[in-house]
């Protein structure tokens, strides 16, 4: 493995650090610390490689004033590679998995050039990173993972790991209290095969962000998409034993399966 997890973050620590280096700190949390701590997503879906797991926060703080406000969390899948786990990709699935980080390359990318654009805001950027293998410890179907805020989730794909990843993301940028997150990740298959590859799937519960963010898209050439999330969306993976499954156990997730995941997610910001 050429960038495994902890690899990935450290690159991104020392590339963020370089863009301005009086006013970048970071945080890394890996292996069993994730655990202790209570980050259960990433903990369980890279318990099984022998590559740690990690979780990456990364504060950008040209105000240099501690209790200065959080402008924007980004946050980023950063699923270094992607075998499936116990609901195993065919090859031919499998095969460009080294690029299932491409999320956390994506907001890593953007918060570098925002800073080298002048930002003067704090900004966050959280990387959740991860191998999702197959061993003898790896997370499987019909565990139960539960998370900081309560919320309990029944595995029901193992392929479905970045939004498991992700939760706790999600759920560690809330702690700053920001006034948006933005998340991005290479999923899901349903959305891939609603837009095909040359649209990003945009989903948002406020509907003036989600057209504040089509504006800014169209004006750079960047095709956006947004496809259907509403509260609702959350119930749309029950479970008989947990709050919540991370998906369906029917093929892509059954239909609908990127809102599903899109309303899974959303579980974890609290103002939703």
């Known amino acids: 493995t050429q960038l495994p997890p902890l690899t990935l973050a450290q690159s991104t620590i020392d590339y963020i650090k370089a863009q301005a280096p009086a006013y970048v700190s970071a945080n890394l949390?890996?292996?069993?610390?994730?655990?202790?701590?209570?980050w259960a997503g990433v903990y369980n879906v890279g318990k099984g490689s022998v590559q740690p797991p990690c979780l990456l926060e990364l504060d950008f703080n040209p105000t240099q004033d501690q209790n200065a406000p959080v402008k924007a969390c980004l946050v980023g899948k950063g699923i270094t590679f992607d075998s499936?786990?116990?609901?195993?990709?065919?090859?031919?699935?499998?095969?460009?998995?080294?690029?299932?980080?491409?999320?956390a390359a994506v907001v890593a990318g953007a918060m570098a050039l925002a800073i080298r654009q002048?930002?003067?805001h704090r900004v966050k950027l959280i990387l959740c990173c991860a191998e999702n293998m197959i061993s003898n410890n790896a997370y499987k179907l019909s565990d139960i993972i539960t998370y900081k805020n309560g919320v309990t989730c029944e595995v029901a794909n193992t392929d479905a790991e970045g939004r498991i990843v992700l939760a706790d993301g999600l759920l560690l940028a809330g702690?700053?209290?920001?006034?948006?997150?933005?998340?991005?990740a290479t999923l899901t298959g349903a959305a891939v095969m609603a837009t095909g590859g040359d649209y990003t799937a945009l989903f948002s519960l406020d509907q003036s962000f989600a057209e504040k963010a089509k504006t800014i898209a169209a004006k750079v050439n960047e095709p956006?998409?947004?496809?259907?999330?509403a509260p609702w969306h959350q119930d749309k993976c029950p479970s008989a034993f947990a709050d919540t499954?991370?998906?369906?156990?029917?093929?892509?997730?059954?239909?609908?399966?990127?809102?599903?995941?899109?309303?899974?997610?959303?579980r974890f910001v609290a103002d939703n």
Do not use: H
């Open 29 to 38: 949390i890996y292996g069993d610390e994730l655990e202790q701590q209570g």
């Open 84 to 103: 499936g786990g116990y609901s195993i990709k065919e090859s031919a699935g499998m095969f460009e998995m080294k690029s299932d980080m491409g999320g």
């Open 118 to 120: 002048g930002l003067q």
């Open 175 to 184: 702690e700053s209290q920001p006034k948006m997150i933005i998340d991005a």
């Open 224 to 229: 956006l998409w947004q496809l259907p999330l």
């Open 245 to 266: 499954a991370n998906s369906r156990t029917q093929k892509g997730g059954g239909p609908g399966g990127a809102s599903n995941a899109a309303g899974f997610l959303s």
